[in-house]
Every structure is written in C-alpha cells, then in structure tokens.
C-alpha cells in the first residue's frame, strides 16, 4: 500500500519561499511518477507540477513556471515543491500524488494521495 505524507506547508507574506516535501512509504516507488495538485478554496483542484520517472521530465501550470521548482530523490524515496516568488492566489492545500506510469497533468490518473498542507500567503 503506497502511502504519501507531504509537510513543509505554512505562512508566508508575498515574495517569500517554501519548500514542499512529500514522503512515499510502501509500494515500488521508482516506478511513479509523481506530481503536486492544490486546491484553493470554493475551487477545483488544480496541476501544479510534475515530474516524470527518474525525473527526466517536468512539466508545469503556466501559472507556477519559473517560479516553482518540482524534484525528487529516489534514495530518499521524497518529491519536493521549489515555491519562490509566492503570492496571494498561491494560497491553497497542496497535494502530493504518485501514479506508476507518468500522468503528467492529467489529475484523474493519479492513483495515490497525500492528505495535503496548507499554503498561505499573504499580501
């Protein structure tokens, strides 16, 4: 069973930084793709970022390009979420997913998911 734990959410004012960590416990995790999803609120949940088996590959909301950075370390079985240049509309749940094949932006083929952590930014 594929368990994810994200952490490193919190207050920040506009500009600031943070740095997501999701924690992937069980299953065969080189074999995932991972990605991060948010979820504002009264909105949909939306894509983030992702990034590919091995990480060769990333893609990006136009939204968080240039500003929000997607990685992974396969030897400490972890995906991270580079957040600079943060702003109000930034403020959301953030979630960690994992999928055994590359899913990209498409949400609904993501199989596992983390319980999520909240993001504010203030302005």
């Known amino acids: 069973q594929v368990q994810l734990v994200e952490s490193g959410g919190g207050s920040v004012q506009a500009g600031g930084s943070l740095t997501l960590s999701c924690a992937v416990s069980?299953?065969?995790?080189?074999?995932?793709?991972m990605g991060w999803f948010r979820q504002a609120p009264g909105k949909e949940r939306e894509f983030v970022a992702s990034?590919?088996?091995?990480?060769?590959?990333?893609d990006y909301a136009d939204f968080v390009k240039g500003r929000f950075t997607i990685s992974r370390d396969t030897v400490k079985r972890t995906a991270s979420l580079q957040m600079n240049d943060l702003k109000p509309e930034d403020t959301a749940v953030y979630y960690c997913?994992?999928?055994?094949?590359?899913?990209?932006?498409?949400?609904?083929?993501?199989?596992?998911w983390g319980q999520g952590t909240q993001v504010t930014v203030s302005s």
């Open positions: 990034v590919s088996l091995y990480g060769i590959k990333t």
């Open positions: 997913a994992a999928d055994p094949n590359y899913s990209g932006s498409l949400e609904n083929e993501y199989q596992h």
């Open positions: 069980g299953g065969t995790y080189m074999y995932y793709g």
